[in-house]
């Protein structure tokens, strides 16, 4: 399986970034709801005791972004982190990979 280098330094199998990054674009997408929930997204990602609302962690769950249990995936944060650069409204979504 082709594995692709993140900004990171990790590597992540391609078909998991792309599947990834589909619902990262499609949750941002939404509007301003979705962007919030990209926005919890990250902060979880880089602190794990980041609290997020119940209905945004069912939007996350639904997105297969989080677990059904509430765990984060590293290939999600993985490629989470590397594909995102600032915070909040400020935040920019481009290409995980390296």
């Given at each position: 399986m082709e594995?692709?280098?993140?900004?990171?330094?990790s590597s992540v199998p391609k078909p998991a970034v792309i599947a990834i990054m589909m619902s990262v674009n499609s949750l941002w997408e939404e509007g301003l709801g979705g962007m919030c929930a990209v926005i919890d997204l990250v902060d979880?990602?880089?602190?794990p005791n980041h609290k997020?609302?119940?209905d945004v962690m069912l939007q996350l769950k639904a997105s297969r972004l989080i677990e059904?249990?509430?765990?984060?995936h590293e290939a999600v944060k993985d490629v989470v982190?590397?594909?995102?650069?600032?915070?909040g409204v400020?935040?920019?979504?481009?290409?995980?990979?390296?």
């Open positions: 594995m692709l280098a993140l900004k990171n330094g979880r990602c880089k602190n997020i609302a119940d059904p249990e509430g765990r984060i982190l590397s594909a995102t650069e600032g915070e400020e935040m920019t979504i481009g290409s995980p990979v390296k």
